[in-house]
């Protein structure tokens, strides 16, 4: 991974609170140089205001935050200059061309002139930009735009790039170009922190994920050690199709006379889900589920069994934590 041994953004002990609602209680944590780290959260989770906390655009109530060293509440000016940061929302000026729009971002960094051209320069030609650099951006591809959104974002060479879902809105080729765009700046030693809604995206891109949860940190690791951690199999199974709540408090029986934890479900799934070890008889989870219920005169409508996803320790752990029900 090439990873630097100083953490290039560090993260502690922050807390936020809007009135009434703890937005950050207390999160904490470390990335390196040349790690891409994902953040992921339902609505509400405080992913935003960690974000704007991060990016200098309001401080926290406690707790501080580091930038290569410079700490965003005391020093926001060193630590704006330590970051580039790319939102959610392309910025860019429709009528502006690419070269435009770089001189502009130049411009708003206070870069010297000759520098920020051949930067400029340099990250067209990388971005694969070159040849559209003269053109609208309006007449861009949705691609086009977030690469461009990066370029200037990357303009001051910054060692800590904050991403607030870089890829959203993009179809799959799209997607897979800023993905191999942003694993090559890690590997130039860039620190990556990406808000994300895409489990594929942190999957293929994070070295480890942040799932924050009602302001807090409700898990951390790397995609493999959160789907160890929840078990080796995810068994599905249900009674009927409009499932009542007594089938649910069936099933549930069924998964822990079993030995298997039962997992927090939406409420508009018919099916009930249980994280489970190997077993140590080496059959399959769904035979010995199926006779424990004809055992209990349960017919089990369907019955399934996977290894665990990312999205299965993201709801294990964030379930419930949605903005509604805060
Ligand atoms: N400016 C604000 N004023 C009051 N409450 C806010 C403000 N910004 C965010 N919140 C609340 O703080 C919590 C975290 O919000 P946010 O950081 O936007 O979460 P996320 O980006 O993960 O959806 C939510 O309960 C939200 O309603
Ligand atoms: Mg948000």
Not at 27 to 32: C, K, T
Not at 50 to 76: C, F, H, W, Y
Not at 156 to 182: K, N, T
Not at 266 to 295: H, I, K
């Amino acid at each position: 991974m090439g990873m630097s041994a100083a953490p290039l953004l560090c993260v502690r002990d922050a807390r936020k609170r809007y009135g009434t609602v703890d937005a950050l209680c207390g999160v904490s944590f470390e990335i390196a140089g040349g790690e891409v780290m994902a953040l992921l959260g339902p609505n509400g989770a405080g992913k935003s205001t960690l974000i704007r906390s991060l990016t200098t655009l309001q401080k926290l109530d406690s707790g501080s935050a580091e930038v290569a060293g410079a700490d965003v509440g005391a020093n926001p000016s060193a630590a704006r200059r330590a970051f580039g940061y790319a939102g959610q929302e392309s910025a860019l000026d429709k009528l502006l061309t690419g070269s435009e729009m770089l001189r502009f971002q130049a411009g708003l960094a206070h870069l010297p002139r000759v520098e920020a051209s051949s930067r400029g320069k340099e990250l067209l030609q990388r971005f694969g930009l070159a040849e559209a650099a003269d053109r609208a951006v309006e007449t861009y591809s949705g691609g086009m735009k977030r690469r461009l959104d990066l370029a200037c974002a990357l303009l001051h060479r910054p060692r800590v790039l904050i991403l607030d879902e870089p890829s959203s809105g993009l179809d799959y080729e799209a997607r897979r170009g800023l993905w191999a765009l942003l694993a090559g700046l890690a590997r130039d030693g860039v620190a990556i922190l990406l808000a994300t809604h895409d489990f594929e995206e942190a999957e293929s891109l994070a070295h480890r994920c942040v799932l924050l949860a009602r302001g807090r940190v409700a898990g951390s690791g790397s995609a493999q050690e959160l789907r160890d951690a929840l078990g080796a199999w995810v068994v599905t199974a249900a009674v009927r199709s409009a499932p009542r709540a007594e089938d649910r408090a069936l099933l549930h029986e069924l998964f822990s006379a079993l030995g298997g934890t039962p997992l927090p479900e939406s409420p508009d799934s018919a099916e009930c889900a249980m994280a489970a070890p190997e077993r140590a008889d080496g059959r399959v989870w769904t035979d010995a589920l199926r006779e424990e219920a004809a055992r209990r005169g349960v017919v089990l409508t369907a019955l399934g069994q996977r290894r665990p996803t990312l999205q299965d320790a993201y709801l294990a752990a964030t379930r419930g934590a949605a903005e509604e029900v805060r």
